[in-house]
């Protein structure tokens, strides 16, 4: 069977019912919702350049579909240490150090996909239709390198046929995903063992006669008027100070995702006399609540343990809207353990372009991206007799 290619310079010009279709069938995330791209492109233009292919069977059928953004990124923002500080220690390696990268992959979607493959059944010849039309626009924008991100080990037989081509496949930091199901936090916290739960109670005392008090926010209208340039740039503190950062996001994003994921989208909030003092996005995706980016005052962080506070109270919210999966990010590897994540392996496919990076990314395909060990899930749970976990539903 042959397969051919649309692509799309806006996602208000693509064939949606076929998108529609085909992430329906293919279980696609909410990543992939027209909705959220549509909020993503119009914040992230013009530092972001989008195309959407969809590709189809020789029927005219629409078998699968992705989303594609051009950017520029600072190679020391993401790669080992080693390497970062080599790199910028020469000023003959700049070249190596500001790359011109094609990625299938759409930005603010951690941890996720943005490829959906309705035919299993033929997913090789489907990718090598798609990865051609990715080399062709690698070539009119005159790109140094073509990326695919972010793959979980359930993807990999899918997307090994990659490495034919050229690819090397590249570990990433894990998503670290609670993969059990609760009423509430206080059922949760029921379920710890007296270790676990003595630990979560002393950082929730310490909000007690704090004025600080726990919200989440879905109204649209209230989210906006809550989500101030002063309550961004706290967000914009802690990307600045993690060791992975591969883009920063305008405060428009987070302000689309409010307006066109109404009702899925929500502010967790710290709130003290009716100011953020700490706030972390979530969104609603089915049976699976996504926690994303977050941002701390820095001068209270450590007083009344926001972090975790704020995360308790992100869990709070994902067991009353009915998650049985709750994807937590991709940092903070220990205190995500403790709180009885397991670490999801992801995975990205590299390859260079031309006589000067094709090798470099050949060679130096271990070293392009930093390496963060998971940790196993703790024992938080406590146990019953028969092994079972009490109050635990999975």
Excluded at 104 to 116: D, N, T
Excluded at 125 to 146: P, Q, R
Excluded at 306 to 330: H, S, V
Aim: with cysteine.
């Amino acid at each position: 069977m042959a397969y051919s290619c649309r692509i799309f310079d806006s996602i208000e010009q693509v064939d949606l019912p076929a998108w529609q279709r085909v992430c329906a069938e293919s279980g696609a995330s909410i990543f992939m919702d027209h909705r959220f791209i549509a909020g993503v492109e119009t914040s992230m233009k013009p530092a972001c350049r989008f195309w959407y292919v969809i590709v189809d069977d020789d029927a005219g059928r629409a078998v699968a579909c992705a989303g594609l953004a051009a950017m520029t990124v600072d190679l020391t923002d993401f790669s080992d240490p080693r390497l970062a500080r080599f790199v910028k220690a020469l000023p003959l390696l700049s070249r190596f150090r500001n790359l011109k990268v094609l990625f299938c992959s759409l930005p603010g979607s951690p941890g996720q996909k943005s490829l959906a493959i309705a035919d299993l059944g033929n997913r090789a010849k489907i990718l090598s239709a798609l990865d051609g039309a990715l080399h062709e626009l690698a070539n009119e924008t005159g790109m140094d390198s073509i990326m695919y991100k972010e793959f979980g080990e359930e993807d990999l037989q899918s997307m090994n046929s990659l490495l034919d081509n050229g690819y090397r496949r590249i570990p990433i930091p894990p998503m670290h995903v609670f993969k059990h199901s609760f009423a509430d936090f206080s059922q949760y916290c029921a379920a710890l063992n007296t270790r676990y739960r003595q630990q979560v109670n002393r950082s929730v005392r310490k909000l007690k006669d704090s004025g600080i008090l726990a919200l989440v926010l879905s109204d649209p209208n209230e989210i906006l008027k809550m989500y101030t340039p002063e309550a961004h740039a706290m967000y914009c503190h802690m990307v600045e100070k993690s060791d992975v950062k591969l883009e920063t996001f305008p405060i428009e994003y987070f302000q689309q995702l409010a307006i066109r994921l109404n009702g899925q989208a929500d502010l967790i909030s710290l709130c003290r006399d009716g100011r953020l003092v700490a706030f972390g996005w979530g969104l609603h995706d089915g049976a699976t609540y996504h926690l994303m980016y977050a941002g701390l005052n820095q001068a209270l962080k450590r007083e009344f343990d926001l972090y975790f506070n704020l995360f308790y109270t992100g869990f709070d919210r994902a067991f009353r809207r009915g998650a049985t999966r709750i994807n937590t990010g991709q940092t903070a590897t220990g205190f995500k353990s403790r709180m009885g994540c397991e670490s999801a392996p992801l995975y990205l496919f590299a390859k260079g372009r031309g006589p000067l990076m094709a090798p470099f990314f050949h060679y130096a395909a271990s070293w392009l991206v930093i390496d963060k060990p998971s940790n196993p899930p703790s024992h938080v749970f406590k146990r019953a007799r028969g092994s079972s976990a009490d109050c635990l539903r999975t």
